[in-house]
């Protein structure tokens, strides 16, 4: 009877306490958000490193005492869904998500992140990958920083080089040259690609139109304008469908997925494709270790000599404008871009927020490729509504309409027609 | 159905209570009627309502996160009727879905006919086998039907290939006719179980003697099904069919699913992707609305003439 | 009489044939299905189609379990969907009973709702869906969900077992009441049982729509321990990474399981409940 008197007495204390440890949140410090919260952080994929999570976590619970940081892993697929939903809602919002760069744009323009414009001198200021700086942003304030990039480089088979007498290509043309020499090298199989180059991989065939000195679509005034059809894009497209004709043996609307498995097939003589294939093509359930000692990587060149303007995959952070806990938040967005984490980034192969750290990625061949690629990275358009751009698969639609033959101009036009309508 | 009267009971003077019961039976179907309305009214109720008031405003992401919303009345509706695209779309749309809903009929109920016709065990087989492609996973499908139909490395090039055609690297999907024989094979592949399942049940409900009676009078077989057999299961035939086109009209997912796949996503959208597009793909929730009611009201008027002979039967029946 | 039992001999084994194309082609994609869950991912996708369907092991199998989180999401689907089902059927059995044995004004008005909002696209709403729940603390609940899924099942529930309720006579409940039954009685004595295959037949069908629902379970379950099972079946499709298809199928496999289960259940009901009424009307 005791026991259950004492226990009883003990349970209510406890409730009477938490009771009164709630309360006290109430302090305010101008609008910042309670003093204790438990922030959650949506993290997508598997990309951060466990290191780095459990790296932040630790720091932000010891800086901040009485307060816990949850990391929520979400997937790509149906993230869209999920944080129109979630960002929108009072109690459910997250405090800090990560999202994609082209995502960056449209949740920035549509009001569901904080202003971090204050913050961003001392999260790295101009040291920022400028280009996700600029996705995260509008009307001259800052919404979204820097994560991480991507990267992106060119795959060749070392052997198939040797036997048709190539050296790694330096400048655009060589490029070309390479690829078209490959294919004509290789006839069997009756699919071999010099260069891999689906007719949907739109993301590559941007790179060709950058280098020739086009564009997607530029903003003018307050109107952004689709500009595949400039003189300087249609000669990039040029490239692009030279490339298709007479060095690809992919499916002309097929999709970038699964390289590795025509590359482990001898199929492919080089791709373009993101860092994280190595991964794929060396393990034995996914990929072809055997394969490994004949891969050797290089940045895509661009026509002067340095590398091509490539397309980066990557993410920004940004601190929901719902959520109760700011103060707490802008504290884990430091964190997150502080030296240290950056550094477990870069060790583990992404490309860090800042371009300072791009050194720690490494010295061997692939990551020389990366910091490489990583200097003239770009970014799609940071228009409000690129989103519906992609969304309605325009470029897709454009370039195996250039795969399967037709009049670039013509086609060029009219992608620019649909993009335009689309953005504004 | 008329209320039917309580058994008589002994003449008493209790006019009140008399009266009480009576009302109590009057409300009794809407009382039977309101947990259904509730959770309808409720889970439905508001999002709809919503839906359709969005139509008639300028909503996209910014408004879900705190911009006020603009009124523009008719001019979403205005916008939607004189874009072009979406006429193509819908003659596409209602092709597409008459073809898929007349194929899985006619196939449905020859696979349910012939049912009756198989030896029993081959008959619980093919039985099981619907019931296998019905429960299976909408995702895992779809992939294993792209795979199948795969550019470089689908087993159906594959095979082609070994019976002597030209099809290594064949795109099934690159042409837009092709692109729809293949979704047509998909909906219909996944539509059929339930319509045989149902026919089939309805059949085995058609009396012996009805058609023993044909055969004396000296119907063949053919005739037998065609004059005795279906006109019985007429009623059933209506609900299934009208499933069919209600479902045909709004396809997503096949389509979707292929476009990602290859194909020109222009030239094969149909209104179920594009109602997906301009609301999730752009965040243009009051576009998506107006489409939405759009192709509401071409489904009502694709299918008024069966549900004007469904409620005549109904009327009829009761 | 000869000729006639040849003829029909024969009219049975072009059945019998045409039945077994017929489920050759409805099990051939999920044999692959099956088969592929066996095999590693670069057997999966190469130019040589890998035929043997058992011939790989089971790490795929393995994958899936490694995350602890395949049972937390069996437990969440089973509930959603176990409760989906109920509520719905009971609430449809009561508002089809109600439709089909009394005259009340708004009776054909209700009929055509149910048909008119099976017509309306879903795409859209979950958004809305997402804010009402959200107002009322709902979200991450089994019950949120399931008052949600309860709605988009009942307007087909109730349209088909209305067909069913209609052609059952009335004369079995009236004599039930003569008897001495009182109305209500004779439903649930006389009717229910003899209704029992039509409900299973319309659970079956909100079994597997519930069971497979992707988008309102995505964003309203949003917590990793209340995921349901297709929601854990694209935590392994990763557009980034490329999609684990091995591990895709397995899942799939997986989760068609309970569904086949169920069938394998009722099915024997299922068939002649359809019939019941359908023919009448």
Known sequence: MRVKKTLGLALAAALVLSACSDDGDDNSDGGGGPDTADIRVWINGPDTPQAARDWLKTEFEDANPGSTLTIEEQEWEGLVERLTTALSSDDETPDVVEVGNTQSSTFTTAGAFSDLSDEVGDLGGDDLLQGFVEAGSYDGSTYAVPYYAGSKYVFYRKDLFEKSGLEVPTTLDEFVDAAITLKEDNPDPANFSGFWFPGQDWRNGVSFVWDAGGDLAVEEGDEWQGTLSSPESVAGLETVKTLMDQASGAAKDGNEADAQVPFCNNEIGMMSVPGWMTGLIDNADTGCPDMMKNVGVFPLPGSDG??????????????????????????????????????ILAENGLTPAKTSLAPLLGEDEFAQATIAAATDARLTPPAAKWASVEGARILEDLFVAIANGGDLAELAAEADEAITDQLN | MALTTRPAKSTRNRTLADRAPAVRKAMLPYGLLLPALIALAFALGYPLIRQVMLSFQEFGLAQQFGRPPEWVGLQNYRDLVSDSYLWVLVL????????NAGLTMVLGVAIALLMRLMSTPVRL???AGLLIAWAMPVLASLTVWTWLFDTQYGVVNWILERLGGDFAGHSWLIEPMSFFLIATLLVVWMSIPFVAFTVYAALTQVPQEILEAAEVDGAGPWQRTRLVVLPSIRPVLLVVGLLELVWGLRVFTQIYVLQQAGGVTRETNLLGTYVYRSGIGEGEFGVAATVAMFMLAL?????????????RDDREMA | MNSGRRLRTRTRVLANSLGLVVFLICGFPVYWMISTSFQSRNEIRSPEPTWHPFGGGLDNYRRLFEDGEFLDALKISLLVTIATVAIALLFAFLAAVAVSRFRFRGRTSFILLMLVVQMIPAEGLFISQYKMLDGLSLTNSVLGLTTLYVACVLPFTIWTLRGFVSAL??????????????????????TFPLLAPGLVATGVFGFIQAWNEFTLALVVMTRDDKKTLPVWLSTFSDANRGTDWGAVMAGSTLISIPVILFFLMVQGRMVSGLTVGAVKG
């Open chain 2, 125 to 127: 087989v093919v039985q």
């Open chain 2, 299 to 311: 489904t009502v008027l694709l299918t008024a003439p069966y549900v004007i002979k469904m409620i």
């Open chain 3, 169 to 190: 006579p009335v004369d079995l409940e009236e004599a039930a009441m003569v008897d001495g039954c009182t109305r209500v009685g004779a439903f649930f004595r006389i």
């Open chain 1, 306 to 343: 340095s590398p091509a303007p490539v397309l980066l995959g990557g993410s920004n952070i940004a601190v929901s404008a719902n959520s109760p806990n700011q103060d707490l938040a802008k504290d884990a967005v430091a964190l997150m871009l502080s030296d240290e984490f950056q550094t």
């Open chain 2, 92 to 99: 596409r749309s209602v092709v597409f879905c008459l073809v």
